[in-house]
């Protein structure tokens, strides 16, 4: 518990003087601003990886053709 807040407010201080050189409200809120769209949460921001794969492969791969036998028994030959 003690090296957790050791840490964390190892981080604090780093992003308040070393990263932003300066303390500002909600730093770590993770509000995005996009120029015509107002803020985004940073959820979004960081699901976009995960949303774009799922849409490149849902959409432009192509469709899986089941084989042909499917559901036929496979007869080993003699």
Do not use: W
């Amino acid at each position: 518990m003690l090296l957790c807040g050791f840490f964390t407010g190892l981080a604090g201080a780093y992003l308040s003087i070393a990263q932003n050189a300066g303390f500002s409200r909600d730093m770590t809120a993770g509000g995005v601003i996009v120029p015509g769209v107002d803020e985004v949460p940073v959820q979004l921001i960081q699901a976009l990886p995960y949303l774009l794969t799922m849409f490149l492969l849902a959409g432009f791969i192509g469709r899986a053709v089941a084989p042909k036998a499917i559901g036929v028994p496979y007869e080993k030959e003699h």
